[in-house]
């Protein structure tokens, strides 16, 4: 395991590091070009296609795999194969179709996204896409396999109508996530670094109950954050886009649904790991629509009111804020791996954790005027 999950890190962030080199060498050409300002913080032309080597970085990797499972299964080529890691080929295999459909519905928020960067489109065609690609995913999911992108489907015993209570949450779980890091995406190196340290929490998790297909496509997803981050950390490079952002936000929530935080039995507030987790993002996303529905504004149209521009407001440079939203993400985060195996006590303890550090936040961004 130690050799296949650094094999596919190490795939992964070699072909991040070339793609973004690559994607900002020929940004110009592409017409993926960032200008200046009211609401951008960047005070000269920057690529924003960064989000193609995201994509492609966890997307290739992934289909070169199912290829080579569907050849090395079979004889002769079997026995190429370290029995170690023949091992896992099955498991592999019986995922492909979910996999295959999770490829090409993020190639599809992928290219609604680059669209999006390339010709603006409006907050309501945007979030007509987001919502039919969610929709495909879940639909299809269930097509190839009982719940494969619902979550919560011990609803469908528990109460009537659960089946369509479970895909209507699982679309809204898909569709909230990916612009809660759309919305991250607002300063050098945050969105993509934030949406590392939730990654890495949730392969914690993956890890410990033994979900191995999801594992690795996690590392796949830490890989492609980590070569890009490389050009994106501030000051930044290259930026990522929509195509980009709306990748990382989407991926991911496609991947929590996957993971098993409960199964039935036990510890049934486990499956509240992935709001802590991602706690800091929800945050973020529902403060600055809620700032922007009560001023009359779209929800979706920018601004300068995120949490990270009221940091730099208050006198933090732009990399002091990453790294404080680095920090409070990860302090937010750090305990929720734990809740699969907390007694009571202690899932309300983290509750309080992740509840008192959302406050100290809210106090910050209130302090002072910071209003624009």
Request: charged share 10%.
């Amino acid at each position: 395991m130690l050799f296949l999950g650094a094999a596919l890190f190490l795939s992964s962030l070699a072909l991040s590091l070339v793609g973004t080199g690559l994607a900002r060498r020929f940004a110009g050409k592409l017409g993926m070009i960032d200008q200046p300002g009211t609401r951008k913080v960047h005070e000269s032309p920057k690529p924003r296609n960064g989000g193609m080597a995201i994509f492609w970085s966890i997307a290739l990797p992934l289909l070169a795999g199912l290829a080579a499972a569907g050849l090395f299964v079979r004889p002769p080529w079997a026995g190429y194969l370290p029995v170690s890691v023949r091992a896992y080929v099955p498991g592999l295999l019986a995922h492909r179709g979910l996999a295959l459909l999770l490829i090409f519905c993020t190639l599809a928020i992928h290219l609604v996204g680059l669209w999006d960067d390339r010709h603006a489109l409006s907050a309501p065609v945007k979030l007509f896409w987001q919502l039919a690609i969610a929709i495909a995913l879940v639909a299809g999911g269930e097509w190839l396999q009982k719940g494969g992108f619902r979550i919560l489907t011990f609803l469908d015993q528990a109460v009537p109508g659960g089946i369509f209570i479970s895909g209507a949450l699982s679309v809204l779980w898909l569709v909230v996530l990916t612009n809660a890091f759309n919305f991250m995406d607002n300063m050098d190196g945050l969105s993509a670094g934030v949406a590392g340290i939730c990654a890495l929490m949730f392969f914690i998790a993956a890890m410990h109950s033994g979900q191995w297909f999801i594992c690795g496509l996690l590392l796949l997803y830490l890989g492609a954050v980590a070569g890009f981050l490389v050009y994106n950390f501030p000051p930044a490079g290259i930026f990522m886009g929509d195509g980009g952002s709306m990748v990382l936000g989407f991926f991911l929530a496609a991947l929590t649904i996957r993971t098993t935080f409960y199964s039935g039995q036990g510890r049934w507030y486990s499956i509240f790991m992935p709001l802590v987790v991602t706690a800091v993002p929800l945050y973020d996303l529902v403060v600055v629509s809620f700032v922007r529905w009560r001023r009359g504004r779209s929800p979706m149209v920018g601004d300068t009111n995120h949490f990270s521009h009221r940091l730099t407001r208050h006198g933090f440079s732009r990399r002091g804020a990453v790294l404080v939203i680095y920090a409070v993400t990860l302090a937010c985060g750090l305990s929720a791996p734990l809740l699969a195996r907390a007694g009571g006590v202690s899932a309300v303890l983290i509750a309080i954790q992740c509840l008192a550090i959302l406050t100290i936040v809210g106090v910050l961004e209130r302090v002072g005027e910071h209003t624009r």
